[in-house]
Every structure is written in C-alpha cells, then in structure tokens.
C-alpha cells in the first residue's frame, strides 16, 4: 500500500481523499522538487568547474597546452590593426598569414614580404622553448616595419576563424612549430601539439575559409632520417625517422596530402636544412658555439663511429626565404570552397639547402677566426638523441621549378651572423642564455 495511506489528517481540517486524482498530483508535485533539487546541484557543480582556480585545472598545467588561453585579442582596434597590417601596398601583391612570425625565419620572411608589399599578419604564441625576450625584440623590429603579431596558437581554433573573417587572406606561410631534435626527449608532447595538432587545426580553419588560401608550410630536412644515399632528394625514401621531431614532420607531409586530396588546398612543403645566420635561434649549434667560445667554455664537437665525420648542409637565412618567397609566387590557388573540393589541387615538396655540406669542425674554425678566439673543443661520440651524421640537400628541383639559387657560403654567413650577435649582446645588456 503507498505510504500516502499514512498521512494523518490535519486537525480541524477536512479529512484528505485517497482518490487517484490526489495521489498522482502529489506524486508529480514530489518529482518535481526532486528534480529541481538534482537541478540546482547541477548547476552548482558546473558554476564550480568553470570559476574555480586555473591552477586547479590539470589541462592548464600542462606545458604542452598552456598557450592555449589566448586573453588579448578582439575588438574595434585590435580588428583595425589586423586588417592595417594585411593590407596589401602593391598591385598584384598576397594577403599573408605568416604562423611563427616571432621565430627565426617568421621573421625574416614576415620583413621581406612586407618590403615588397605584401599584406602581413603575424601569428605567434611567443612559447619559452628559448628566451622569450629574443622573440619580444623580434616582434618590435616587425612592428616598426609595420607587421602586427597576433598573440595566440595555432591550436585555438575560435581565434583562427576570427582572423580569417576579418581578413581574406590569400596565402599562408606556416612555419610554427616546435624546432629542435634533442629537445623531444624531454618534452614529447609539445612537438605533437605543435607538429601534428596544430597543422591539423590550422589546415581545418583553411578549407572551410571561403575563399580558400594557398599554403606553403615548412617541413624539415630530418624527414630523410636514416638515409645514407646523398644528397638527398625529395625522391627518396623518408619513413625512417631518426627523432621525434622529424616523425612529427613527415607526419606533417602525410596530413597535408590528405588535405590537399581530400579538400583540395594547395600546399606546397618546404624541407629546411640547417638554417643559420642573425635573429637565430639559440638553441642552434653555431649560435651556442659563438655564446661559449666568446665565455670561454669548452663545446662539444661530435663526431661519428670510426671518427666519422659529422657534417651539415649550412643555408643561410636569406636564402631560405627566398626560397619561402619563391613558393609562395608560384603557388596555385586551392581548388575547394568552403571545405568541398571542387578539383585537383597542387601538392608539392622542395628541398631548400645549400647543397655544399661542412663539417662542423670547420665551423669551429669559422667562428674561431671571426672571435679571434680559440675554442675548447670537446671531442664526444654522436650521441643516441635523434641527431644523424649528415645532411646534403639535392635542390634541382627547386632550381628548376622555383628559380631557387643559394648564393651565401659558410664563411660570409657566418660574418653576418657574428657582426650581429656581438651589436645584439654587447655591453652586457641582454644575456646570451
């Protein structure tokens, strides 16, 4: 028997019918207090997980996704200064998004579009990979040319559309990622967030823009891992990673393929070998080395089985972005609309090195007699980091199809690289690391 049979009447009252009329209403009264009781406990729980602590959340103490929350961005003027750094200044010019602008080639390439006049927009989550302060002065010499970097990463996608509503951009240059071999030893994750998350992110933003833009993004000559048959050719095999890093870039020209044939963005992949010179990277060999010889600290000089010599396919910067400039001008326009493809579009890879390789004990000797200093080398074995004991780039192709003639030995670059560090260091006012 229900329980309501139970309920006493109330004292100087009627006595309550037990028809089924008044059992079902209570019933239905009953259920809806306990359904707002679960609903307000509900609510309470949601208003705790999103106003709680940030430090709370294990998500943002993760490296590998800090960058994420991307506070600084939207708005009239932030728009205004969008669309005034993407404002193409000469006929026939591109609108570019240039992904790691802040970064070591960003830069270099960020300036010499808008030399020409190109339309440029940077895109930077300005990580602490290494010294942050380098990058910052980097920004400023862009910004004084009139380049703006929008603070963000490339994996928040809401801040990624918004730049695409805002302006029509007909090319992106993405270089973003997380550099360094040795590195993913450390700290996998971040080259996986960088390499593979964020290329898919950016590469989903770009087929459902209408219209949809040319990319030319920059792999790495590190595909080619194992090889032992030089130079290296974009014929050759490359599914013999020798680090994390280079996994993460040939996975990168596998997702890009997929694009290409599924959405028909045309994307042109750019295989970097070693590039060197000023507003470098510091966790470069040539930069440390310079850093040490001038503290008077001793450096490691590697060297292979059998003392083997190690050796790299040294190109200068300016070289490389002509490289990058050159891919850009002959780029096809992608073929899809608003994520569908309508055709056939171009997909395509080039090897961007200075087909002279030099061992790197001969760029002791460089920077040896530009410091007028002598090194302490450290002769070690080539350690089991990822590192491989030579690279040497084929670049017919490229000349052939992209007119791409490096022209900077290692000695004249290096000079420039030195002239540089020195002004940039001097007097003690920034530290080298």
Request: hydrophobic share 40%.
């Amino acid at each position: 028997m229900s329980h309501l049979n139970d309920i006493p009447s109330t004292p100087g009252k009627f006595k309550m019918e037990k028809s089924p009329y008044v059992h079902n209403r209570l019933r239905w009264h009953f259920s809806l207090a306990k359904l707002t009781f679960w609903s307000f406990i509900f609510l309470g729980l949601i208003v705790v997980f999103f106003f709680r602590s940030p430090s709370s959340n294990p998500l943002l103490q993760d490296p590998s996704r800090r960058s994420l929350r991307t506070y600084n961005w939207g708005g009239p003027a932030w728009e205004k200064q969008v669309r005034s750094s993407a404002r193409i200044r000469s006929r026939n010019g591109f609108s570019v998004l240039v992904t790691g602008a802040a970064g070591f080639v960003g830069t270099h390439v960020s300036a010499a579009l808008k030399r020409r006049g190109d339309g440029v927009l940077g895109l930077d989550n300005f990580n602490d990979y290494y010294d942050p302060s380098l990058k910052r002065a980097r920004q400023a010499l862009l910004e004084r040319s009139g380049v703006f970097i929008v603070e963000g990463d490339i994996n928040d996608s809401v801040l990624l559309r918004k730049l695409f509503e805002v302006v029509a951009f007909t090319h992106v240059m993405h270089l973003a990622a997380q550099a360094g071999v040795r590195y993913a030893m450390e700290n996998p994750s971040s080259y996986v967030h960088s390499n593979i998350a964020g290329l898919v992110s950016l590469l989903d933003v770009c087929k459902s823009a209408n219209p949809q833009p040319a990319i030319v993004w920059a792999s790495s000559s590190s595909v080619y891992g194992l090889n032992t048959k030089v130079p290296f050719s974009e014929r050759d095999r490359t599914d013999q990673p020798a680090s994390l890093y280079a996994a993460t870039k040939k996975a990168g020209e596998e997702i890009a393929h997929t694009y290409n044939h599924i959405y028909g963005l045309s994307l042109t992949g750019l295989r970097f070998f070693t590039v060197y010179g000023p507003w470098g990277r510091p966790d470069m060999a040539y930069f440390f080395f310079t850093r040490d010889i001038l503290k008077g600290k001793s450096i490691p000089i590697f060297e292979a089985a059998n003392h083997g010599t190690v050796a790299r396919d040294f190109t200068y910067v300016d070289d490389i972005v002509k490289g990058c400039l050159a891919a850009l001008d002959t780029a096809e326009k992608s073929t899809g609309s608003g994520g569908k493809k309508k055709g056939p579009a171009q997909l395509r890879v080039y090897n961007l090195g200075n087909t002279s390789p030099v061992p790197v004990s001969d760029l002791v000797s460089i920077l040896e007699k530009l410091l007028k200093v002598n090194a302490k080398r450290n002769i070690m074995k080539l350690p089991r980091n990822g590192d491989v004991q030579f690279t040497h780039a084929n670049i017919s192709l490229a000349q052939r199809e992209l007119g791409y003639k490096p022209s900077t030995d290692l000695q004249t670059g290096l000079k420039k690289f030195v002239r540089w560090y020195v002004s940039y260091y001097s007097g003690g006012k920034k530290a080298a690391g």
